[in-house]
């Protein structure tokens, strides 16, 4: 066995950030894109894998401390679409919740096993029917698929105006 990593980017996976909480979503896989690796990943690679356990979420597969938790993780008819949550207080969470707000991180890469027989080779890579043991999405800042962008109009942070109208300033918000 070798572990693979796959990453898109999340512009064309509809990266939002939801609340204050870090609950984001987006698409961790795309069905019949090409990646960097000449790799295409088709409709149902992921159901097996699914059906037996969660994906962790790791930062940029470091596999040291989970980051959060996917809370989704399912296939359609786009690709594998995932929700999760960074985990509050933990300070490698509140910077890749800073860097996904800002803009400045726009990439998610799946992590995991693949075993002869789930994919075929062809002129330029695999074409992938099975993902064996799908363990870890982890946001990246630098994902396979160089195509695809985030669109920071859709990242959403905390108002901090609307929520605490009383303070003047960051200082008063701390």
């Known amino acids: 066995k ?3 990593r796959k990453t898109i980017n999340l512009t064309d996976v509809q990266l939002e950030m939801e609340d204050e909480h870090g609950v984001f979503s987006g ?3 795309k069905w019949g894109g090409v990646d960097s690796y000449g790799d295409t990943i088709l409709p149902g690679a992921f159901s097996e894998s ?3 356990a969660m994906p962790k979420m790791f930062w940029n597969h470091e596999w040291n401390m989970p980051i959060g938790k996917w809370t989704v993780a399912k296939e359609d008819s786009t ?3 995932v929700k999760g949550e960074l985990t509050p207080d933990l300070g490698q969470a509140d910077d890749v919740y800073a860097a996904l707000t800002h803009g400045t991180l726009d990439g998610l890469s799946i992590g995991g096993y693949l075993k002869s027989g789930d994919y ?3 002129d330029t890579g695999r074409t992938i029917h099975k993902w064996s043991s799908l363990m870890e999405i982890s946001p990246v800042v630098f994902p396979a698929d160089n195509a695809a962008r985030i669109d ?3 990242v959403k942070s905390i108002d ?3 929520l605490l109208p009383e303070c003047k300033s960051e200082k008063e918000i701390e």
């Open 152 to 154: 920071l109009q859709s």
């Open 79 to 81: 690709g594998l679409f």
């Open 120 to 122: 075929t080779e062809t």
């Open 27 to 29: 698409y961790a896989s």
């Open 160 to 162: 901090f105006e609307t």
């Open 50 to 52: 699914l059906s037996k």
């Open 2 to 4: 070798m572990l693979l």
